[in-house]
């Protein structure tokens, strides 16, 4: 009887040590799932979460909030542009990079939109063609 309760003491110990080293693993939770909504290029993401979270480790003063903002600037600066996705940055290499600098809320200057040439004002060929003529007119003096 005395055996049974040695081998059940130390069933006990080994069980202890074989999950201790779990019991101490510390798991941050971030607010990654947000950041990657706003990300403009859904590619890679394990990489990208991995690079989130060192550069939050690794950068004192960089709040989620500005990163996910920044993210959400890049975005609109993709959107505006009309960038195609494959010259669209990876999260994981826009984060490594830090090209997230220059998206923080602090920094950010929105681009202007392009303007379109419409066809009425510079595709005209009978416009040109007028204004051609009364120019040469003006430079012969022929009216």
């Not at 979270?53 to 505006?80: M, P, Q």
Request: proline residues 2%; charged residues 30%.
């Amino acid at each position: 009887i005395n055996n049974n309760n040695i081998n059940k003491n130390n069933n006990k110990e080994e069980n202890q040590s074989k999950t201790s080293g779990f019991e101490n693993t510390y798991i941050k939770y971030t607010r990654f799932n947000e950041f990657y909504k706003v990300y403009p290029r859904k590619q890679d993401m394990l990489s990208a979460q991995g690079e989130y979270v060192h550069l939050l480790e690794t950068t004192e003063s960089l709040s989620e909030e500005d990163l996910i903002s920044a993210a959400k600037n890049y975005a609109e600066t993709c959107k505006i542009r009309n960038t195609e996705e494959e010259y669209i940055k990876l999260a994981a290499n826009w984060l490594k990079a830090s090209s997230w600098l220059d998206y923080l809320p602090d920094v950010y200057k929105k681009p202007q939109e392009k303007k379109t040439m419409t066809k009425n004002n510079f595709n005209n060929i009978e416009r040109r063609i007028v204004i051609t003529d009364d120019f040469e007119r003006s430079l012969l003096n022929l009216k």
